[in-house]
C-alpha cells in the first residue's frame, strides 16, 4: 500500500535560519507531489507541485523553493526564514491520474 | 489559473442540526474532490466527482456536482460533534490540485 511520510511534525526557527523539509512516497512511482501552507484557521495555499523528478511549478513568489531529486522524494527549502514563513506545511501525492490525494501529516513550522 | 471559491467561511451549529457548504468555480471543472480536515489534522479525502449531475452518499454525507460542472455541494444531515473540522473542495484530475478555502464546521452539543 501508499504511503507518505514527512518529518519533522514540528520545528521552531529563528528568523533568517535556513530550512529543509523532507517528504517521501512509498509505494508507488510516477506520482504527482505538492507542497501546500496552511496559516493558522485558514486555506489551503498551493506553493509547489511537480509532476515529475527536475520538473517544479512554483505558484506564488515567495521565500521559499522546492526540488524533487527523486521521483518519490520532494523537499521544501528556504536559505532564510522570515517570520511569515510561520505555518502549518503540508505535501501531498497524487497518481498521475488525479483521482484523490493523500496528504502528510504535516509540519507545524514556527519561525521566531 | 483554476480556482474554486467556497462559503461559508464558518458555520456553527446545534448538534442535529443540518449543514451545508458550496463549491463554485467561474469555469467547468474536470472533477471536483472534498477532503475533511479534523483539527490539529491533515485534509483526508472524501469522495470525488466526475459526472456532471452526480450525486454520492456518504451515510450522512450528501455529494452533488453540478449539472454545468460549476459548481459543487456537502450537505451533512443531523450533524454530530464528529464532524466537526473543516470541509475542503479541490478541483483536480488533469490539473494542478487547487483548494477552495473551506469551511469550518462546528458542532454544539
Known amino acids: 500500500s501508499q504511503t507518505i511520510h514527512q518529518w519533522p511534525a514540528t520545528l521552531v526557527q529563528p528568523v533568517g535560519s535556513p530550512l529543509s523539509l523532507e517528504c517521501t512516497v512509498e509505494g508507488t512511482s510516477n506520482p504527482n507531489l505538492y507542497w501546500y501552507r496552511q496559516a493558522a484557521g485558514r486555506g489551503l495555499q498551493l506553493l509547489f507541485y511537480s509532476v515529475g523528478i527536475g520538473q517544479i511549478s512554483s505558484e506564488v513568489p515567495q521565500n521559499l523553493s522546492a526540488s524533487r531529486p527523486q521521483d518519490r522524494q520532494f523537499i521544501l527549502s528556504s536559505k532564510k526564514l522570515l517570520l511569515s514563513d510561520s505555518g502549518f506545511y503540508l505535501c501531498?501525492?497524487?497518481?498521475?491520474?488525479?483521482?484523490?490525494?493523500?496528504f502528510g501529516q504535516g509540519t507545524r513550522l514556527t519561525v521566531v | 489559473g483554476q480556482q474554486v471559491m467556497q462559503i461559508p467561511q464558518y458555520q456553527h451549529v446545534q448538534e442535529g442540526e443540518d449543514f451545508t457548504t458550496y463549491c463554485n468555480s467561474s469555469?467547468?471543472?474536470?472533477?471536483i474532490q472534498w477532503y475533511k480536515q479534523r483539527p490539529g489534522g491533515h485534509p483526508v479525502f472524501l469522495i470525488q466527482?466526475?459526472?456532471?449531475?452526480e450525486v454520492k452518499k456518504q451515510k450522512r454525507l450528501t455529494f452533488q456536482f453540478g449539472e454545468a460542472k460549476k459548481n459543487s455541494s456537502l450537505h451533512i444531515t443531523a450533524t454530530q460533534t464528529t464532524d466537526v473540522g473543516t470541509y475542503f473542495c479541490?478541483?483536480?484530475?488533469?490539473?494542478?490540485?487547487?483548494f477552495g478555502k473551506g469551511t469550518k464546521l462546528t458542532v454544539n452539543p
Open positions: 501531498a501525492w497524487e497518481s498521475y491520474r488525479g483521482t484523490e490525494a493523500f
Open positions: 469555469t467547468t471543472l474536470s472533477n
Open positions: 479541490g478541483q483536480g484530475g488533469s490539473e494542478k490540485l487547487v
Open positions: 466527482l466526475v459526472k456532471s449531475g
